[in-house]
């Protein structure tokens, strides 16, 4: 039978490389950490890491067992945060995971409410450049929360947040900065645009919209950063498609929004039944979201 102790040698061995810094770190003797492994091998029915003279390397079960072991270890520290909030909600950590895009434009005023409401309680915030890395983080248990994208096909509860609206950045003298109707993105076709890097979730939004329009987007600059893109679109680089509440007060480039019309349906996620602590967060950030998002549209 696999043990959450026997796990935790695996992740630590692995972590550290070799069997002598494990068992320091664990503060247990090589041979009990030798013989815990070799039951998790047994318990798994295969060999899980390869003996080397300066280390160890995972075997392919290995490499394949890793990644279970880790949620399982996330999983287990969330289920003993859970049982601490149980009683209430003056103490404890929740972890909420989200995409860039709501970790800069929805987030922050509902973890300044969330902070004046329940100061006992610590949020940790993680953000991914791309859904499905968020859904990959969420499905590993590496969070309580997630919100970002509406997911497909989630076995977890989903709660659907709203519509976000994507606009289109121009400088201020742009001469389209004066158009009073929506753009076509095709208008836009022989621009350099505002792009995003590889691996970063608007790129591939970006990509789809030119694709639909009939063209590539050309890059005249690549930026990791979403609060980024807005800015360098309205300094004259290139446009930018960004949603339209990350946008600051008082933001002085030409704003426009695509015709049709670029959305997406964002969502809060988990892994199995919110626990109180939870299902409060996801309510105070389903009313924030919902009168955000119908400001931004408008």
Known sequence: MTTLRQLEYLVTVVDTGNFT??????????????H??????????????ERLPRGVRLT???????????????????????ARRSAGLDGGELEV???????????????????????????????????????AAMAAGQADLAVGPLPDDWEGPVRELGVEEFVVVLPADDALAERRAGIAVAELADRDWVHYAPGHGLGDLLDSVCAAAGFR?????RTEQTSAAPLLAAAGIGPALVPANILPAGFDGAVLRP?????????????????????????LLAEHVRVALSASAR
């Open 21 to 34: 810094r494990a068992a320091e770190r664990l503060h247990v003797t090589q041979p009990a950490l030798s």
């Open 36 to 49: 815990q492994i070799r039951a998790l091998e047994r318990a798994v029915g295969g060999p899980l890491l």
């Open 60 to 82: 392919p079960m290995g490499r394949a067992v890793l990644p279970h072991a880790r949620a399982a270890l996330a999983e287990a520290d969330r289920l003993a945060a859970a």
């Open 97 to 135: 995971a989200a995409v860039y895009s709501v970790g800069l434009g929805l987030l922050p005023p509902v973890l300044r409410e969330w902070r004046g409401r329940h100061p006992g309680v610590r949020v940790r915030l993680k953000e991914f450049a791309h859904a499905d890395e968020l859904r």
């Open 217 to 221: 987007p050309r890059a005249a600059v």
């Open 259 to 283: 015709d049709p019309p670029v959305r997406r349906t964002l969502a809060a996620y988990t892994r199995t039944r919110p626990d109180r602590t939870t299902a409060a967060f996801a309510d």
